[in-house]
């Protein structure tokens, strides 16, 4: 045996006639190859990486014309989702968002107003759209919707023929570009993102009918639904939803959006008006329930299919 190797053993054993033990975890003893016995270090376990979302396969029984969801990865760039993720919906009002970002990027280092503070804030949190219709008249309508197509190298976005927001034709794929065109900064500026943020995390109200009225209603549903705690408080999540029913085609439009620092979702739809605005809420939750990565186990069941395949 080595002396090295003997001087190592005398230690220990001096170590633990004194009553100090050296913790399996971290030590083991090694045959060094020449009949004796080496102590080989062993690092402790890594600490798991805390959940997100990712790129994952997506099953919900669904009942509409159409479903489709995007998601990106805001580290690099990347977006993932439904095979038909370019395909479009009307905006309705999540559009509401860059509108309110618009303006705010217009002033610059000018004070913002308490007359259009309150208007951004109830056009985000109580989806007012007397409110984001001001603030769209204000920055020029049609020109709005141009500055967001521009600034967010959105690919697939179509401008209303009447220049209406609510009827602007958006992709997921553009949906989750513009939500992380609002989170980087790009959309309000330097001066007002953190605010524009903070009021999109403040979002209220649900789908109940006593949270819908005429021109606002509630919209804190959907994708915040299907984030486990783990998720949520990690910081923030900045959302906006948009929903109605038209009565030209007796469907529902409904889309959610979300943005943390760390990815962007999106979920758009089109279903008949008979399954209500509770449906549309649920099958954003359910889509993004699936997304969560890794699933936190029995914190996260996948809701119930909403209707028989």
Known sequence: MRPRVILAL??????LGGGMLVPA???????DGDGGTESVATPPPAT?????????????PFDGKYLSWALMDRSNGEISGSKNLTTTNSTESMIKAWI???????????PLTAARKRQISTA???SNDDAAQSLYRAGGSRAVVERLIRLCK???????PRARWAYTQMSPRDAVRMGDCIADGTAAGPKWTSYLLDEMS??????????????QGGGRWGIIDGLPEQITAQGPVSIKNGWTLLWADLQWHLNCLAVTDKWSLAVMMRYPREHGLDYGAK??????????TPQPGGALKIPQPLVKP
């Not at 975890?25 to 045959?31: C, P």
């Not at 798991?48 to 919900?60: D, E, F, K, R």
């Not at 403040?202 to 021109?215: E, H, I, N, S």
Request: hydrophobic share 45%; glycine share 2%.
């Open 10 to 15: 005398a230690i220990v054993a001096i170590l």
């Open 25 to 31: 975890a971290y030590a083991r003893l090694a045959d």
């Open 48 to 60: 798991p990486a805390p959940p997100t979302l990712a790129n994952a396969t997506v099953s919900v």
């Open 100 to 110: 309110a970002a618009d303006h705010l990027r217009q002033l610059g280092d000018e």
């Open 124 to 126: 985000i949190r109580d």
């Open 154 to 160: 959105l690919t697939d976005t179509k401008l209303d």
């Open 202 to 215: 403040k979002v209220r109200g649900t789908t109940a009918a006593a949270d819908q009225q005429l021109k």
């Open 283 to 292: 099958v954003c939750q359910s889509v993004t329930t699936q997304l969560v």
